[in-house]
């Protein structure tokens, strides 16, 4: 199975500031989402990051609000820009392995507080 | 659109059996996935059904009838481990037919195993 690092774990910022959300897999992979989990809630899809060309974004999210690149097969950034209390969240990027299931692996997350 | 139900909560006792039902309706249906996760954890995959009837791995099973939009997931010889939140996905299928594999992830169930 994949393994998936991001970074940063964890970080606390201030309002009007921009984060960017780093995610590193061990193999290549075809597909890379970026996710998000709200306090007591369950997770919710951003974007999908296309390889070398411009993410796929779900409804409610914008490409200028979280800017995404995905130079390779095995990174990917989420950008959460000019954040807001509104944007802290857990940030969880994962990826599909195309294994019998097309299971999907999750990184441990990114939590983010705007203070 | 996607709208996925299952219990906020459960409790049960150490030893015994559980089962967490979810209901579904989306537009289009490209399988059903059970995922763990426990507190401050990112998701790890259960089980997948794409195809009615029972999927049996070790001590968890999962039960899949399209026709009903009803799955469940159960948990037998439950142990303190256990306690986690529970979440149900479900990987519709695109009107342009691509795209299938972005979950619309259900609320949760938060377990609570006791003994």
């Known amino acids: 199975s994949a393994v998936i690092s991001q970074k940063p774990s964890r970080d606390i910022c201030q309002r009007g500031t921009s984060l960017t959300i780093q995610c590193q897999v061990d193999?290549?992979?075809?597909?890379m989402f970026w996710y998000r989990q709200q306090p007591g809630q369950s997770l919710t899809l951003i974007a999908t990051?296309?390889?070398?060309?411009?993410?796929?974004?779900e409804s409610g999210f914008v490409i200028d609000k979280f800017p995404i690149s995905r130079p390779n097969l095995t990174f990917s950034t989420l950008t959460v820009s000019n954040m807001s209390p509104e944007d802290s969240s857990i940030y969880l990027c994962?990826?599909?392995?195309?294994?019998?299931?097309?299971?999907?692996?999750f990184g441990p997350g990114t939590r983010l507080t705007v203070l | 659109g996607q709208n996925i139900d299952q219990p906020t909560e459960m409790t049960a006792t150490e030893g015994a059996i559980v089962q967490i039902n979810c209901t579904y309706q989306?537009?289009?249906?490209?399988?059903l996935f059970w995922y763990q996760q426990h507190a401050g954890e990112a998701p790890t995959f259960l089980s997948y059904?794409?195809?009615?009837g029972l999927e049996e791995k070790g001590r968890f099973s999962s039960f899949l009838s399209r026709s009903k939009g009803y799955s469940y997931l159960l948990l037998k010889e439950l142990q303190m481990k256990d306690s986690a939140s529970y979440l149900c996905?479900?990987?519709?299928?695109?009107?342009?037919?691509?795209?299938?594999?972005?979950?619309?992830f259900g609320k949760g169930t938060k377990l609570s195993v006791i003994p």
């Open positions: 994962s990826v599909v392995d195309k294994g019998s299931y097309n299971e999907q692996f």
């Open positions: 193999s290549q992979v075809t597909m």
């Open positions: 990051a296309n390889q070398g060309s411009e993410a796929t974004y």
């Open positions: 989306t537009s289009g249906f490209n399988g």
């Open positions: 059904n794409v195809l009615d």
């Open positions: 996905a479900v990987s519709p299928l695109r009107p342009s037919g691509a795209g299938s594999y972005q979950l619309t």
